[in-house]
């Protein structure tokens, strides 16, 4: 588990300082998720959505006046409710270490409202797995997948929607399992420290 999550946080700290010219603030985000399962092996009746949270930071480094790379750092709760008989759902929720690793395009940077929209891979260490009624030992320990969105930015707050779509098969009971995340979310950010150095052109 260790040897998981220090090798992705290695790669993209060098990537990120690799490919981004200056340092343009760190923050904190606080997010309301909706996942669901995906796939052709949805197990039981049928599944529904399941609310979760996501916590965590960020660091942005400014490319150009409009583009910026964003490294962030969450725990987040992701999975579904299954629906075992009749209108019983069975909560199976899992909860990961994802390291999104961001470009980000800023519109109207010179404006006090700054529309923005962002793309990017994300790799996320498993945590727990459980359900209603036990630990799940059968859930892959990690997963990547592709995370878009846009929001808008106001001083130092910002609030976007993203959309994360797991790109591996978690469930491991059986081979050829065809069965993902996909996790909606609303985030709120505040940028607690800004660069005070120019923008680069």
Same mark, same amino acid.
């Given at each position: 588990m ?5 090798f992705?946080i ?8 690799t ?7 760190? /923050?904190? !985000?606080l997010?309301?998720?909706s ?12 599944v529904? $959505?399941?609310?979760?949270? +996501? %916590? ?7 490319? $150009? ?14 999975g579904a409710?299954?629906? &075992?008989i009749s ?11 994802e390291?999104?690793?961001l470009a980000k395009?800023?519109f109207?940077?010179?404006s ?7 793309? /990017?891979?994300?790799y996320?260490a498993t945590?727990?797995?459980?359900n209603d ?5 059968d859930?892959r320990?990690?997963? &990547?997948g ?7 930015e106001?001083? !130092?707050? $910002? ?8 790109l %591996?098969?978690?469930?491991q009971?059986?081979d050829?399992?065809? %069965? !993902?995340?996909r +996790?909606?979310? &609303?985030v709120?950010?505040? !940028?607690?420290f800004? $660069?005070s150095s120019?923008?680069?052109?």
């Open positions: 260790r040897k998981t999550i220090i992705p290695i790669f993209i700290l060098i990537t990120a300082n490919l981004a010219g200056e340092f343009d603030g760190i /923050g904190i !985000k997010g309301r998720n996942s669901i399962f995906t796939g052709a092996d949805i197990p039981g009746k049928g529904k $959505s399941l609310v979760g949270l +996501t %916590l965590g930071g960020f660091v942005n480094y400014k490319i $150009s006046k409009r583009l910026s790379l964003q490294q962030e750092a969450y725990l987040t709760t992701k409710k299954i629906n &075992i209108d019983i759902y069975l909560s199976n929720i899992f909860m990961y270490f390291l999104p690793l395009m800023t109207r940077s010179e006090q409202l700054k529309p923005y929209f962002f793309l /990017g891979p994300a996320a945590i727990i797995a459980f009624v036990a630990v799940l030992d859930i320990d990690s997963d &990547i592709i995370v878009l969105g846009g929001g808008i106001v001083w !130092k707050i $910002s609030l976007d929607y993203r959309l994360s779509q797991g %591996l098969n978690f469930d009971s059986a050829n399992i065809d %069965l !993902k995340n +996790t909606c979310s &609303i709120v950010g505040f !940028k607690c800004n $660069s120019g923008e680069r052109q």
